[in-house]
T-cell receptor
Framework: RKEVEQDPGPFNVPEGATVAFNCTYSNSASQSFFWYRQDCRKEPKLLMSVYSSGNEDGRFTAQLNRASQYISLLIRDSKLSDSATYLCRQPGGSYIPTFGRGTSLIVHP | NAGVTQTPKFRVLKTGQSMTLLCAQDMNHEYMYWYRQDPGMGLRLIHYSVGEGTTAKGEVPDGYNVSRLKKQNFLLGLESAAPSQTSVYFC???????????FGQGTRLTVV
């Protein structure tokens, strides 16, 4: 079982919709998590860091639920340009940060 | 500030050939990583390094070797390329294990 699990999707939503992804993790000792965005054939780039208090940046909100061991990413007012794959990353206690396989988002007109 | 630079960006190899992928970072990061990404498989860690002179195996190390002789460079070697090693390879670095990782632009390798 992979340490970090994500629903691969694709999530197919209209412009303006609100969409949320979850990422479950197994290492309960982790204090920080990260959401990355990856466009087709490009490298992943950091979208948001997630700590115990959560994080909000414009239309994007990330939260951490320690009791259920998952992090979430909420995107409000989706834009066409939000279409991408979203990867979550959990730093590992054994020095091996683990990525989920990614969730594909398609925003259509 | 270049960040993380990978060379080459594209390469086609014949089965059995060898090659070395170079990753260079100018952010004075301690941690460096090599990943491969295949359709539907996400990012899989090949090898990583927690500092100059150190290397360790990741999830899928077989068929690859690495070296970290200088802090800023992390080399990935394929001694005898196989078609199963056709993939996109990403290098990344981070200051600490639990800090943001920065990625290179990737190397698209095809083994025929």
């Amino acid at each position: 079982r992979k340490e970090v699990e994500q629903d691969p999707g694709p999530f197919n939503v209209p412009e303006g919709a609100t969409v949320a992804f979850n990422c479950t993790y197994s290492n309960s000792a982790s204090q920080s998590f990260f959401w990355y965005r990856q466009d087709c054939r490009k490298e992943p780039k950091l979208l948001m860091s997630v700590y115990s208090s959560g994080n909000e940046d414009g239309r994007f909100t990330a939260q951490l639920n320690r009791a259920s061991q998952y992090i979430s990413l909420l995107i409000r007012d989706s834009k066409l340009s939000d279409s991408a794959t979203y990867l979550c990353r959990q730093p590992g206690g054994s020095y091996i940060p683990t990525f989920g396989r990614g969730t594909s988002l398609i925003v259509h007109p | 500030n270049a960040g993380v630079t990978q060379t080459p960006k594209f390469r086609v190899l014949k089965t059995g050939q060898s090659m070395t992928l170079l990753c260079a970072q100018d952010m004075n990061h301690e941690y460096m990583y090599w990943y491969r990404q295949d359709p539907g498989m996400g990012l899989r860690l090949i090898h990583y390094s927690v500092g100059e002179g150190t290397t360790a195996k990741g999830e899928v190390p077989d068929g690859y070797n690495v070296s970290r002789l200088k802090k800023q460079n992390f080399l990935l070697g394929l001694e005898s390329a196989a078609p199963s090693q056709t993939s996109v390879y990403f290098c990344a670095s981070s200051y600490r294990e639990n800090t943001e990782a920065f990625f290179g632009q990737g190397t698209r390798l095809t083994v025929v």
